[in-house]
Every structure is written in C-alpha cells, then in structure tokens.
C-alpha cells in the first residue's frame, strides 16, 4: 500500500476487556512509532521499534500496555484489562530509518479510536 | 519535562487571507522541527519540516520560519483555501527518535 494502515478504525470495549490494534507502515520502513492522542490534544509517544527491536518503550503508561513487532515490518499494540482512561486515538507512525528529518519524515496512519465502556 | 507548546488554540482566517500559526518549543536541544495537519478522523499529515541550521523553508503555498534565539516556530499559509481547515501541530524531535507534540491550533477559514 501507498501509506499506513491501521486496523481496526473504530474499537469499542468493556472495562476490563483485552484488545489487539494492529499497524501496517509503509514497506521498507525500518522505523515504527506509537503514538496515543487524547481528545483535544497532541499525539504523545507510546514506544518505538527499530526493525523487530523495541528501542524505547519509555512513553508506556502501564504495564497492561505491549507492543511488538516480530517480524520487522506489522507491529500490535496491545492493552490488557481496559480501562475508561485508555479511550484515545492510538496512532502509528512510520520513517524509512529513525526519526531524525529528511528521508526519516515520520508518516502517520489513520489511527485506531478505541472507546472503553 | 520539556515540551512544544502553542500560543493561540483557534484561528479564523477569510478565504483567500493568509494564516500564520504560532508555535513556542522549550527544548533546545531539538534541531528537528516539523508541522503536521490532521484532519478530523484522519492522522496527522506531514506539511513541511526545517533543521536547526536553517531559520526559513518554503513548499508549496507554506513557509516554516525557525527562530532559535527566542525557541518560536511558524508556519505561514498563503491564500487559505477552505481546504486548509484543520488542526495544525508543531512537533520538535529532540533524540532523533520520538517526536513531541504541541497541543494544536485549530485554522478555520471562512468562505
């Protein structure tokens, strides 16, 4: 495909449930980001890989959240045990080496809106 | 900690007028810079970026003007079009890796 993609677009979920959000960058991107981004706010970085390597996972907010990557290219964001704090948009981004300009711009996908009931 | 923030949350600009949309960033060790518009139900979308060594880009119908001295960012659109209706971000990228965000500015152009 000719950018990212993310699915699912919409997620809806009981407090408590697990969900899956999966991200597909841009072939040959080496480069994936995670972003979440309350409403009304700027995206706020998740995690980040570097092929199948997670080189920073500092912006985490609990440890109900995963991601990986296994395979250097899809990558899923995972939340255990929803809760109503976690209804955000999760975004991903991807860049052709790190995030530093020029060839590294970071390309975003549509996002996931996840809303926990 | 650190981060890039915004001084006007919404700006409403006529048709045809040009838009100028302000950014102040706190860390100076940032030397990438970057502007985003995201559209509602869309992710943000790559308009135009400057490195530290430059204090003006320009791209098509935009100019990013960088000023070190006083850490202020803008972006300049000229003749807004309805399609320019958005929220625009700026972004800084101190470690090279994550980006961070400001809060946002909403450009709403009058027909």
């Known amino acids: 495909g000719a950018g990212v993609s993310q699915s699912p677009r919409y997620k809806v979920a009981k407090r408590g449930q697990d969900v899956a959000l999966r991200c597909d960058p841009i072939?040959?991107?080496?480069?994936l980001f995670w972003y979440q981004q309350a409403l009304g706010q700027g995206p706020e970085f998740l995690t980040y890989?570097?092929?199948?390597?997670?080189?920073?996972k500092s912006g985490l907010p609990s440890d109900r959240f995963f991601a990986e990557r296994p395979e250097g290219s899809v990558s899923t964001l995972k939340i255990q045990r929803t809760q109503q704090e976690d209804s955000a948009v999760y975004l991903c981004?991807?860049?052709?080496?790190?995030?530093?300009?020029?060839?590294?711009?970071?390309?975003f996908g549509p996002g996931t809106r996840l809303t926990v009931l | 900690g650190e981060s890039v923030g915004l001084h006007l949350p919404t700006l409403s600009v006529q048709e045809g007028d040009n838009s100028i949309i302000n950014c102040a960033y706190s860390?100076?060790?940032?030397?990438?810079f970057i502007w985003y518009k995201q559209e509602s139900g869309k992710g943000p979308q790559f308009i135009i970026d400057?490195?530290?060594?430059?204090d003006k880009r320009q791209g098509q119908r935009v100019t990013v003007l960088l000023n070190k001295t006083v850490k202020h960012l803008s972006l300049q659109i000229a003749a807004t079009q309805p399609g320019d209706s958005a929220v625009y971000f700026c972004?800084?990228?101190?470690?090279?890796?994550?980006?961070?965000f400001g809060a946002g500015t909403i450009l709403r152009v009058k027909s």
């Open positions: 981004a991807s860049s052709l080496v790190g995030g530093g300009g020029g060839t590294d711009t970071q390309y």
């Open positions: 072939s040959g991107h080496v480069s």
């Open positions: 890989f570097q092929n199948e390597a997670q080189l920073d």
């Open positions: 860390n100076s060790a940032s030397d990438y």
């Open positions: 400057i490195r530290s060594n430059m």
């Open positions: 972004a800084e990228n101190p470690t090279n890796m994550e980006l961070v």
